[in-house]
């Protein structure tokens, strides 16, 4: 704070001081241990040590820190797009304090190597969060897989799927039944 005034930038032309930024910033690993257990994203079961977690940016709806998108800088979210092909955000660097401006969402509707590649790409070209490359690729994957239309069986496994006809008039339930083997 600058003689007393505590207002953001008031008489420094919309610049933050060290001392004002400072009183802004807290650490991630603080925000984590506030929120880790009392959050509206956390889905808890009885039975399930580790809850699971729907918040954004969250690669595999664990709750942990690392996976966690609430409470880093930099985090990474892979979302299906709306007809085909997948969402892929991030947020910018140097917009931490404008929430609003954050995110970058890139919509990929290539192929699923073609995709799988850009993200790969992106994530090594700008050394965004190596340590969530996987986890990403995973994720886009399997939301690539199923937006795939089903195979359409042929032959056999085709025939063998479907139900079977009803028996003829003159049979019975008995005779259509298949026999024990002796």
Not at 23 to 52: C, G
Not at 57 to 65: A, D, G, R, V
Request: charged share 25%; aromatic share 6%.
């Amino acid at each position: 704070m600058r003689g007393g005034v505590s207002c953001s930038g008031l008489f420094s032309g919309n610049r933050q001081t060290k001392e004002e930024k400072l009183e802004i910033m807290v650490s991630s690993h603080l925000s984590w241990l506030i929120i880790r257990d009392h959050n509206a994203h956390l889905l808890k079961q009885k039975n399930i040590r580790k809850p699971f977690s729907t918040e954004p940016n969250n690669l595999t709806n664990l709750s942990s820190y690392r996976y966690s998108g609430l409470v880093h800088r930099r985090t990474v979210g892979v979302t299906p797009a709306e007809k085909k092909g997948i969402v892929f955000t991030y947020k910018r660097k140097g917009c931490y304090y404008k929430p609003a401006k954050a995110p970058v969402k890139v919509t990929l509707k290539d192929g699923a190597r073609r995709t799988l590649k850009k993200i790969k790409n992106i994530m090594k070209n700008s050394r965004y969060r190596k340590d969530l490359k996987q986890a990403a690729l995973r994720r886009a994957c399997a939301i690539l897989r199923s937006q795939r239309p089903a195979p359409v069986k042929k032959g056999k496994a085709a025939a063998s799927s479907t139900t079977p006809a009803a028996p003829a008039a003159g049979t019975t339930a008995a005779a259509a039944a298949p026999k024990k083997a002796e």
